[in-house]
C-alpha cells in the first residue's frame, strides 16, 4: 500500500505519527506476543525457555517433547514456536511443577495437543482457584514419563513453596528442574496453598539425596549444586533469625525491617516476594513453632 493512494502527505512530521500509531495497532493486536521469550541448551537434549513467567524446561526425546511448565496463557503459540526450533517433533507431555499461573497458565493449550501432569495437590489448589487448564493425570508420591527411551521422574517431596511442589529429575542427564522451590533471587512461601519453610528444609534436604550436578530454578539463572546447598544454607539461616529475634521479643509490625539482614541477600531483595509477601506468614509460622 502506498501513502500517496491516502492523501496522506509523508512529510518529516508525519511520519513519526504514522509510526507510532502503527506500533500501537501492532501491540494492540498481539502482533507483538512473540519475541518475549527466549530457548537455549542447558544439556544436550535439554533446553530451557526463559522469560516473564516461570523457566521452562523442555527434554527433547525421539518420540516428542516433555515439557515442565508452561508459563502464561498468552504464551503458548510462542513456546510451539521455540519448541519447533530444537525439535521437529510435537510436545507430547507437559509436567506442571506447581499450580501458580505463571507455570501452568498455558495448560488450555497444551492440553489440546499434549497430556499435563501435575500432583494431586497442585490440581486441587488449581480447582479451588478457579483456573483453567486442569491437568488430566496426577500423582502423590512419585511417577515417571517414558518417551523415545528417555525416563523423566516427577517426585513429591515435602512442603515448601507449596503443598503441591513437583520435582522434575533427568536421571540421565543428572539434572533437576525445581520449580518454584529454588529461585535465583528469593523465594516466595506461599501460605495461602499450604507452603512451609519447615518443611522446605526438610524438601531440599530431599532434593539434594538426587544425583544431579545442574538445576533449573523456577525463576532465575541455571545453577549448580553447590547453588543448591546454598539455597537450602539460606532457608536454615533466615529461619534461625526470625526465630532470635521473636525470643527477643519482635513484634509482628517490625518483622519487615528488622529481619534484614547483609548476610541474607534475600532479606536485601526488598521488591522480592520474600520480602514483599511472605513475612507475615513467616513470623506466624516460626512464632508457632517455638511456642
Known amino acids: 500500500m502506498k501513502l500517496k493512494n491516502l492523501g496522506i502527505k509523508t512529510t518529516n512530521k508525519i511520519l513519526p505519527w504514522l509510526l507510532s500509531v502503527l506500533a500501537l495497532f501492532i501491540t494492540t493486536t498481539g502482533v507483538l506476543a512473540q519475541n518475549r521469550l527466549n530457548i537455549d541448551e542447558v544439556k544436550e537434549g535439554l533446553h530451557v525457555i526463559t522469560g516473564p513467567g516461570g523457566n521452562i524446561g523442555v527434554r527433547l526425546t525421539s518420540e516428542g517433547v516433555i515439557l515442565i511448565d ?4 498468552q504464551d503458548f503459540e510462542e513456546i510451539q514456536s521455540l519448541v519447533a526450533q530444537v525439535s521437529d517433533l510435537p510436545v507430547r507431555y507437559v509436567i506442571n511443577t506447581h499450580h501458580h499461573g505463571d507455570h501452568s497458565g498455558s495448560n488450555a493449550g497444551f492440553l489440546q495437543v499434549a497430556e499435563v501432569i501435575a500432583h494431586k495437590n ?4 488449581m480447582i479451588r482457584g478457579d483456573q483453567d487448564g486442569l491437568p488430566r493425570m496426577i500423582y502423590t508420591n512419585e511417577t515417571s514419563v ?3 527411551g528417555v525416563e523423566v521422574q516427577a517426585f513429591y517431596m515435602g512442603r ?3 503443598n503441591g511442589d513437583s520435582v522434575v529429575y533427568f536421571p540421565d542427564l543428572k539434572t533437576v528442574h525445581g520449580g518454584d522451590l529454588l529461585h535465583g533471587i528469593a523465594p516466595f512461601v506461599d501460605y495461602g496453598n499450604g507452603g512451609s519453610t519447615r518443611g522446605w528444609v526438610g524438601t531440599m534436604n530431599n532434593i ?8 533449573i530454578p523456577g525463576h532465575g539463572s541455571i545453577m549448580d549444586r553447590r547453588d543448591v546447598v546454598n539455597f537450602r544454607n539460606q532457608m536454615e539461616a533466615v529461619r534461625e533469625r526470625m526465630a532470635g529475634l521473636i525470643r527477643n521479643g519482635l513484634d509482628a509490625d517490625d518483622a519487615p525491617e528488622r529481619i534484614k539482614d547483609s548476610g541474607l541477600s534475600w532479606t536485601q531483595a526488598e521488591d522480592g516476594l520474600f520480602m514483599q509477601r511472605s513475612i507475615p506468614g513467616f513470623f506466624d509460622e516460626i512464632s508457632a513453632e517455638i511456642e
Open 146 to 148: 517414558f518417551l523415545g
Open 70 to 73: 508452561d508459563k502464561f496463557p
Open 122 to 125: 497442585a490440581r486441587d489448589n
Open 208 to 215: 539434594l539425596s538426587l544425583d544431579f550436578d545442574t538445576a
Open 160 to 162: 515448601g513453596h507449596t
